[in-house]
């Protein structure tokens, strides 16, 4: 198999942060694509600190359930799933980082993309919220996939949930 050849867009990405953070005091959606375009006036105040240290495609399975990414997949488990503590389980975590590497990708599979975020959410999957999600965990889409990912994942919710 042959590997990709690395493109042009490299992001950096991290969390400067010690204490884990709830979604709402995060502030780090923006409208734009934090690895592909420049970023809009709304972009929140933190997100170039959160995503200092992340690397498009370049996690690990290992380093995408570790440190900073850890971070920010509870992040955005809190913005999906509010008020979730499964305690030692990872389950949410583990789908979060699926969909994660998933927008990583060149051309992402938009139903598993939207499957993984239909199981982990408890709350209704708008494209706002898509994008505060994408920007936790430093991912974009454009404004036309988010849209598809969203309607494919609340459809997929309010599926699951019957």
């Not at 709304?42 to 440190?67: H, I």
């Not at 598993?112 to 494209?127: D, I």
Request: hydrophobic share 45%; proline share 5%.
């Amino acid at each position: 198999m042959r590997a990709r050849p690395r493109s042009g867009w490299r992001i950096i990405a991290g969390l400067l942060l010690a204490a884990p953070l709830a979604a709402s005091g995060l502030a780090a959606a923006q409208t734009t694509t934090p690895h592909r375009g420049a970023p809009s006036g709304d972009v929140y105040p933190r997100a170039a600190a959160w995503c200092s240290n992340f690397r498009l495609g370049a996690l690990s399975a290992k380093t995408r359930m570790d440190a900073a990414n850890l971070q920010r997949l509870r992040a955005a488990q809190e913005e999906l799933a509010p008020g979730f503590t499964a305690g030692g389980a990872r389950t949410g975590l583990d789908l979060l980082a699926g969909y994660q590497e998933q927008l990583e990708r060149r051309h992402p599979d938009i139903g598993l993309a939207s499957t993984y975020l239909a199981m982990v959410s408890t709350v209704p999957v708008t494209t706002d919220a898509l994008r505060r999600v994408n920007a936790l965990l430093c991912v974009s889409t454009t404004r036309a996939t988010a849209a598809q990912i969203a309607a494919t994942a609340e459809a997929a919710r309010l599926d699951l949930a019957r």
